[in-house]
């Protein structure tokens, strides 16, 4: 089992910035890929970026250029630091946790950004 716990979130303004974090416990010795997903009202679920314990990036082409992934693997934590934040980045943003045999989400932390 593995335990994740998102912070981050919150109300900010267009243009302005919010820095997420996903922090895994319980069984992470088996993690290799770790990303954010968002889901806006109505939407589908989409990836936003992810990060290979390697340090390999993907990115949504709607964020690449303003939002940078990263991860600390000695404390088994991805962040996800959004700037220029837009209206349509709007969404519950979710934090996954990918490896061997293994697939957790998390709760899913609120970002608004009012225009």
């Known amino acids: 089992q593995v335990q994740l716990v998102e912070s981050g979130g919150g109300l900010v303004q267009a243009g302005g910035s919010l820095r997420l974090s996903c922090a895994a416990s319980?069984?992470?010795?088996?993690?290799?890929?770790m990303g954010w997903y968002r889901q806006a009202p109505g939407k589908q679920r989409e990836l936003v970026a992810d990060i290979t314990r390697g340090g390999r990036t993907d990115y949504a082409d709607s964020v690449k250029g303003r939002f940078t992934i990263s991860r600390d693997n000695a404390k088994n934590t991805v962040y996800l630091q959004m700037n220029s934040l837009k209206p349509e980045d709007t969404a519950v943003y979710y934090c996954?946790?990918?490896?061997?045999?293994?697939?957790?989400w998390g709760k899913g932390t609120l970002v608004t950004v009012s225009s």
């Open positions: 319980g069984s992470i010795f088996s993690i290799n890929t």
């Open positions: 996954r946790v990918l490896g061997v045999l293994m697939d957790y």
